[in-house]
């Protein structure tokens, strides 16, 4: 154990060098870069600056993060996840997910990690992600690392092209930020994007609901009205002030990065959702195909959400344990040598009994 720490930190600090870490980590710095990010979009001098290479990702710092993500997702969040097997194996596809947590988005790290104990290193996952974090340098090479792209259709077709999946979340600040009370809701907000775009691309969409994630700090108002009133959208591109109660500040902005509640999550992809025949330019069948969509996520989320209790799964407890998806390392008997199976663990471990078994006779 402790040489896997010593190595993991090891590399972390090559990856990450002092001076960014001392940004990343500091949760003041980075509320400071938001605060001059509004200012200068608010005087007109924000930039485009490109944010949808995604030859950028970087595996190693993926699986990096990820590595320590697991650990917390598993002993803090006590994470679960069902219907990873909906993912295809390769070639384009568009997640469609509910959103949670505010600034701390641990749905995206959920999601991002069950795919990867599901299908190994070679199943690439990027996101589409708000315009703040590419207007810093730091933020903008850390995020196109981690196979963040601005979040637009282009960005996507590019991603779409290497085959990669798609995660995007149409509802944004509208979702993650939903008062307390309203925690077992989809809002998607009417934003209608990504279907179009699904459309348009012929890929299919796979929903990806994630209930107890928003249980990990309260929001006790969306602030929209405040938000119009100060013009929120034109110096932030938000439609929403939050004011929220977070660990270890207390009453707070929702703008605010936090230490989240020990809350346990579960992760769910649904059956792929595809429409060959539809014509993405009438409005009426986007509508439909959206409130097919928005049905469905939000039927996922009243089964995942029923019996819930505050921070725990209460008597649902469906899904699998995120540690039963873990890859295993197998002894090859035929090549004499070891190599890593990218599979659930359950299997990997009746693979090995057998192995052992097949060694005896």
């Known amino acids: 154990m402790v040489p896997e ?15 960014d870490r001392r940004v990343l980590l500091n949760p003041p710095r980075l509320v400071a870069r938001f605060a001059r990010f509004a200012v200068a979009r608010h005087a007109g001098r924000a930039g485009r600056a490109c944010a949808d290479d995604v030859r950028a990702r970087d595996p190693e710092l ?3 993060l990820l590595e320590l993500y697991r650990v917390f997702a ?6 679960r996840v069902e219907g990873i097997e909906h993912v295809p194996e390769s070639g384009p596809v568009l997640l469609v ?20 104990e599901r299908f190994g290193p070679g199943r690439a996952m ?11 340098p730091v933020l903008r090479r850390y995020a196109a690392r981690l196979g963040m792209l601005r979040a637009s259709r282009e960005s996507a077709r590019h991603a779409f092209a290497e085959g990669g999946c798609v995660l995007v979340y149409p ?9 307390f009370r309203d925690r077992r809701r989809v809002v998607l907000g009417g934003r209608k994007g990504f279907l179009e775009l699904a459309l348009r691309e012929r890929v299919p969409i796979v929903p990806v609901v994630t209930a107890g994630a928003q249980e990990q700090f309260v929001v006790l108002a969306r602030g929209d009205r405040l938000a119009r009133l100060l013009h929120a959208h034109a110096w932030a591109r938000t439609e929403v002030l939050p004011i929220v109660l977070a660990f270890p500040w207390g009453l707070t902005s929702g703008f605010v990065p936090y230490l989240p509640l020990p809350a346990q999550a579960t992760v769910a992809f649904g059956e792929p959702m595809t429409w060959p025949d539809a014509d993405p330019t009438r409005a009426d069948v986007v509508d439909r195909c959206y409130r097919e969509v928005e049905e469905r996520m939000q039927q996922m989320l009243d089964r995942l959400s029923a019996g819930r209790r505050f921070l725990r799964a209460g008597d649902n407890r469906s ?8 890859p295993a390392t197998m002894a090859s008997a035929d090549r004499g040598a070891t190599e890593t199976v990218w599979r659930p663990a359950k299997q990997a471990r009746i693979g090995t009994e057998r192995s052992r078994t097949g060694a005896a006779r």
């Open 5 to 19: 720490v010593t190595d993991w930190i090891r590399r972390a600090r090559r990856l990450m060098p002092r001076e």
């Open 62 to 64: 993926v699986a990096l």
């Open 74 to 79: 598993r002993r803090y969040f006590r994470l």
């Open 97 to 116: 997910g509910n959103h949670n947590g505010g600034l701390v988005p641990t749905d995206g790290f959920f999601t991002a990690l069950a795919i990867r």
């Open 126 to 136: 990027y996101s589409l992600v708000h315009d703040f974090v590419f207007e810093d």
């Open 171 to 179: 509802g944004s600040d509208l979702d993650t930020f939903r008062p």
């Open 319 to 326: 899904g699998t344990p995120i540690e039963a998806l873990h």
